[in-house]
């Protein structure tokens, strides 16, 4: 059912927790599973130095958060946001079509924090 890698994402994921300082953070929630996801990120110079990750939520959105924040760090604010849903299940060697909304919380929440980070430097 689940790929190698989303079960070791899910056993061993990157990048938990909060940034205290955050330069912007980004909530979603799925209403139908319960599901929420939320990303902290850390900007230095245009380019997300540091990424966290919480979620609430099955071991398919777990493993999305923790894939997700492998790849938005280091990247441009421009570069993350050409991260897709898609992208993420894809690194995670695809998410059963019944998990398919799970990796859609952690891009859909990585967009919110990075509006919240433009809307805090617009000031």
């Given at each position: 059912?689940?790929?190698?890698?989303?079960?070791?994402?899910?056993?061993?994921?990157?990048?938990?927790?909060?940034?205290?300082?955050?330069?912007?953070v980004?909530?979603?929630?799925?209403?139908?599973?319960?599901?929420?996801?939320?990303?902290?990120?850390?900007?230095?110079?245009?380019?997300?130095?540091?990424?966290?990750?919480?979620?609430?939520?099955?071991?398919?959105?777990?493993?999305?958060?923790?894939?997700?924040?492998?790849?938005?760090?280091?990247?441009?604010?421009?570069?993350?946001?050409?991260?897709?849903?898609?992208?993420?299940a894809?690194?995670?060697?695809?998410?059963?079509?019944?998990?398919?909304?799970?990796?859609?919380?952690?891009?859909?929440?990585?967009?919110?924090?990075?509006?919240?980070?433009?809307?805090?430097?617009?000031?």
């Open positions: 059912m689940y790929s190698e890698k989303v079960i070791e994402h899910f056993s061993n994921p990157r990048n938990v927790g909060e940034i205290p300082d955050a330069d912007g980004g909530e979603i929630g799925n209403q139908v599973c319960g599901d929420i996801t939320k990303i902290f990120i850390k900007v230095e110079d245009n380019v997300i130095k540091d990424i966290k990750f919480k979620t609430f939520g099955c071991g398919a959105a777990i493993a999305s958060g923790s894939m997700l924040t492998e790849m938005a760090k280091g990247k441009t604010i421009e570069e993350a946001l050409q991260i897709t849903n898609k992208h993420v894809d690194m995670l060697g695809g998410l059963p079509p019944q998990k398919m909304h799970c990796s859609n919380l952690a891009a859909d929440a990585l967009y919110k924090a990075i509006e919240d980070y433009k809307s805090r430097q617009a000031g």
